[in-house]
């Protein structure tokens, strides 16, 4: 009996640890979707990686720009799939998100563009960045953007100061709608090494000089 009793003590404790930690995402996600960075961030157990990716920060250069970001942060849905405990530290939140499918919004933009310019009518004027710009902003607000759903895995953390977050490149860009399709936007270790060893591979080969 006491047996049966333990177990049902350390099940019970199990299923609270992995609501926790559903919670915990789900909140991030809610303040992330609401713009509220900083209050996001308190759910986030390595700030500084979090801050070093561009994307968790609302400044807008441009237009364009702030039209993505609007609808990205705009369409954000999403469903916790599984929690899984993995030790007393650590627990594991399979999360699907669906949002704004950029790689499929720029898609679309250029298919517009070239059926226009095919007919001879806005479209045809190349070099009208204003043009783009309008057809690219009602393409994101339009009832039947292209959107996208993938699962992302959240890592979960039991700290001193509660449930926190390990925030991964992976997370951020399956939020936002896979943006890194893009580049620029987010930064990680892979990307930098990548732009570093790309100048290497194109540089051609010096030829031993042929003696007469």
Known sequence: MKKIFFLIIICLFMVSCGKQADNTVEKFIDNIKNKKIDAAMKYVKNEDVAKNMEIMEIS?????????????????????????????ELTIVKVEIENVDIKGVFMRLFEETIQDMSAGGEGSKADDHSSLEKKLIEILNDKNVPKIKAVTEFAVYNTKEGNKIELTPDNVNIMFGQISSLGGFAKSDETTEEKKTEPEDIQPKPQPMQKK
């Open 60 to 88: 807008y250069k441009n237009k364009t720009q702030e039209a993505i970001f609007e609808a990205l942060f705009k369409n954000m849905n999403y469903k916790v799939l599984q929690t899984k405990k993995e030790s007393d």
